[in-house]
């Protein structure tokens, strides 16, 4: 037995080196094999989607290449292009200003909204991204309101300024008489301001000139600055004003109760259009033709209270997925109304409805087009009204509505990419 | 042209509770500035150009009178309507005067209780056919495809055209103009019917408007025209006497170019009597004597606003036809300055 070894024809005496894997089971071929090329039917689905983005490409791609940006007319665009397929860019090249900012905003105070514009990204920087900036910083968002006001609207300065020292007068009653209800602060609150808003309103008058920049009035505002306000203004205003909604339809107040229900409910039951409609239209009847109470306030006014009766029922529903122990909770705990909202029910009801509060606003922001219909040069007003009613660019569509689409697609995405971070951020879940 | 029943009725049932204030013209006068109504924006009829001014053949008779009543043609604020909007805010007092190719019919004149000062466009309804097609007349359309805006008048008079022709159209219903110029591109119709004006302006955005015929049957009469509220006559008087001045100018051959040598005095007595260099027309309309002068110096006199915005030399490229003097075979005639 002892020669056996010497009969082995063959012993290994190390191991094999490691030998790279099959070719179709590594790198990019493993990757499309898993991907795309898995089963039949994702083989189909592969090869028509190569075909649709080769098929998109072959057709948009020389015509946004070809574009013509210096011409001054379509017409002029068509010589240049000599029957090429080719985009006549120029209309946006020379009416850059006027999609931004309408056609009669002055052009040497353009800097104001940029830097509103500009400043809007400090004031919500820490309002979206509270784990990063201390709560101190809060107070810049607070004034923000305020400031882009000066800057977009002008005048004198002490408007905005009274205007944000009677939410102040007002929080400070607030705090006051919460102690008492819930109900009385809120009221007490928003008499408190009023009348000191009525109270200053005579120390405006004179002082008109205090520290004014040059006053731009509304209805000089257009272009695609009008939608980022309309939109700005109308979904941080309507959130509050939701939120309170939703409070006082499930309030145990019949008459609190019932008019957020009848509200809610009215608001709901009429198109946006119709809002507008009667802002524009029926609510010019009823205001002297004089009247201070300016086409974009009413507007702005109609759009919140469209947006807040959607929100409103959106947080209804957050409210109504906590369970009933969270409210037991609080009462357990001995907080009162105001304390058990703001500390237990509010934050998780809120944080549930983030992704119908981000819906909303979205929508929202995309229906601050509908007032072109009411005559107001909004991006799409301008589009419509006086770019195409100019001679020299009658004709131009795809252009200018591929424009308009890309401007809403950025600032929607980015809502909703910011709505998803938020949620990974606020996810306690036990998953 | 385009009527809404609804914004209508409710224009006429808001009157009632309307501030229909007499004395527009003190008002402007007061103010210093007109409030004109235009459209937001129509090739050559109105639009603001790159610099934001607004420009166009009816910005032309808010700048008239503008100038006649406060001596300076900018000194306007003109206020945007939209078919919908423009009743509204005539009737509840936010416009003084609407100068928006509306068409003067007699519910809008009765009804709505508007006062039509004249007309400055004398527009109708008409075919438009690829040449492809071979047509030469509306009467061949027989069993053809129509690009049709829904709602408007003109859909009831293309229906109107057919019945009584004995024909066949199979309607292409679209919402708005630019639509229409793209479904009529796209081939989704063999005819786009709107106003001529309209059909114009929009033959001429084509990438090839040779290809393009306009029919040259009118199926309808649309007079277009400036217009106030009704029972401020005073008012009334002032924008159409300076639409009637254009006109008059016209005839008379008073243009921007001769104007200034012809204010000095001439022995054209209706001349004379038109530019305020003799009697006293421009006090009995509550202005001085220069009033129609100024008017006619903003723009020139009504073929010279013509030709500026609409006529055959600018991408528009319509011709006078009924636009024209009654001398020249045409419907403008101004009422005599005497």
């Not at chain 1, 940006?69 to 240049?80: F, G, I, K, P, Y």
């Not at chain 1, 000089?220 to 909604?245: A, E, H, K, T, Y």
């Not at chain 1, 369970?323 to 934050?347: F, N, R, V």
């Not at chain 2, 945007?80 to 519910?107: C, Q, V």
Request: proline residues 5%; glycine residues 8%; aromatic residues 12%.
């Amino acid at each position: 037995m002892s020669d056996t070894h010497s009969q082995t024809a063959f012993v290994r005496t190390e191991v094999l080196p490691e030998a790279p894997p099959p070719v179709y089971e590594q790198g990019i071929v493993k990757w499309l094999r898993e991907n795309l090329f898995s089963s039949v039917a994702n083989t189909i689905l592969t090869l028509a989607a190569i075909w649709a983005v080769y098929y998109l490409a072959t057709a948009t791609g020389p015509w946004i290449l070809n574009g013509v940006w210096t011409t001054s007319s379509l017409t002029e665009c068509r010589d240049v292009l000599q029957g090429d397929v080719g985009a006549c860019f120029s209309v946006l090249a020379e009416r850059w200003n006027q999609l931004l900012f309408g056609f009669k905003y002055p052009d040497e105070l353009y800097w104001r909204p940029l830097l509103a514009f500009a400043l809007l990204f400090v004031a919500l920087g820490p309002l979206l991204f509270f784990k990063v900036f201390p709560r101190k910083f809060l107070a810049l968002t607070a004034v923000y309101p305020f400031l882009a006001f000066y800057l977009i609207w002008g005048g004198t300065i002490m408007v905005p300024v009274f205007a944000l020292l009677g939410f102040v007068v007002g929080i400070i009653v607030y705090r006051r008489l919460v102690l008492q209800s819930a109900a009385m602060g809120l009221l007490g609150a928003v008499i408190a301001a009023f009348a000191f808003w009525y109270a200053t309103g005579f120390i405006t008058g004179p002082m008109a000139n205090f520290l004014a920049l040059e006053p731009v009035p509304s209805r000089d505002m257009g272009g695609f600055m009008l939608n980022m306000m309309l939109g700005v203004i109308c979904v941080s205003l309507s959130l509050p004003i939701g939120i309170l909604l939703a409070l006082g339809r499930q309030s145990n107040m019949p008459i609190i109760k019932w008019i957020s229900v009848v509200f809610i409910e009215f608001i709901r039951g009429v198109p946006l259009i119709t809002l507008l409609f009667v802002a524009n239209v029926v609510l010019a009847y009823f205001l002297p033709p004089e009247s201070s109470l300016d086409l974009i306030l009413r507007v702005i006014i109609m759009i919140t209270m469209f947006a807040s009766a959607y929100i409103a029922e959106v947080i209804r529903g957050g409210l109504a997925a906590l369970p009933k122990g969270q409210y037991e909770a609080a009462d357990s705990l001995g907080l009162d109304y105001a304390q058990s909202m703001q500390l237990i029910i509010l934050p998780q009801a809120l944080k549930i409805s983030i992704p119908g509060i981000v819906n909303v606003s979205v929508g929202l922001f995309k229906d601050t087009t509908l007032v072109s219909v009411i005559s107001m040069f909004d991006l799409v007003g301008m589009i419509r009204g006086p770019i195409l009613g100019a001679s020299e660019w009658n004709g131009v569509y795809w252009e200018l509505f591929g424009f308009a689409a890309l401007l809403f697609f950025v600032v929607c995405y980015s809502i909703s990419q910011y709505s998803q971070w938020l949620e990974r951020q606020l996810q306690t879940d036990h998953r | 042209m385009k009527t809404s029943v609804f914004f209508a009725a409710m224009t006429a049932a808001g009157l009632s509770a309307g501030a229909a204030a007499a004395g527009t013209l003190d008002d402007v006068k007061a103010r210093g500035t007109l409030n004109c109504g235009v459209t937001t924006g129509l090739v050559g009829f109105a639009a603001p150009n790159a610099n934001g001014e607004w420009e166009g053949f009816d910005v032309a008779v808010c700048r008239a009178v503008a100038a006649a009543v406060l001596s300076d043609p900018t000194a306007i604020e003109f206020v945007p309507t939209t078919g919908k909007t423009r009743f509204t805010a005539l009737a509840s007092g936010e416009i003084d005067m609407l100068a928006r190719n509306t068409t003067w019919t007699f519910t809008r004149d009765v009804d709505l209780k508007f006062e039509f000062t004249g007309v400055n466009y004398y527009d109708g309804q008409g075919f438009m056919v690829p040449k492809a097609l071979g047509v030469s007349s509306a009467k061949e359309l027989d069993g053809a495809t129509v690009c049709i805006q829904t709602g408007t008048t003109t859909e009831l008079n293309l229906a109107d055209f057919f019945r009584k022709n004995n024909m066949d159209y199979e309607p292409v219903p679209i919402e708005t103009n630019a639509e229409s110029q793209q479904q009529y591109l796209a081939g989704a119709c063999d005819v786009y019917t709107t106003d001529r004006s309209g059909l114009a302006a929009t033959r001429a955005s084509f990438e090839n408007p040779e290809e393009h015929a306009i029919l040259p049957e009118t199926i309808s009469k649309e007079p277009l025209g400036p217009l106030v509220r009704h029972g401020d006559h005073e008012w009334g008087d002032v924008v159409r006497w300076t639409l009637n001045a254009l006109i008059a100018a016209e005839e008379l051959g008073v243009t921007s170019a001769n104007i200034e040598e012809l204010a000095k005095g001439t022995n054209r007595p209706e001349v004379n009597r038109l530019l305020g260099t003799e009697g006293t027309l421009g006090e009995m309309l509550g202005l001085d004597k220069d009033w129609a002068k100024r008017a006619i110096m903003v723009g020139g006199n009504y073929g010279e606003l013509f030709a500026k915005n609409i006529g055959e030399s600018t991408p528009i490229g319509l011709a006078r036809g009924l636009n024209a003097q009654w001398t020249d075979g045409g419907l403008l005639y101004a009422p005599p300055f005497r």
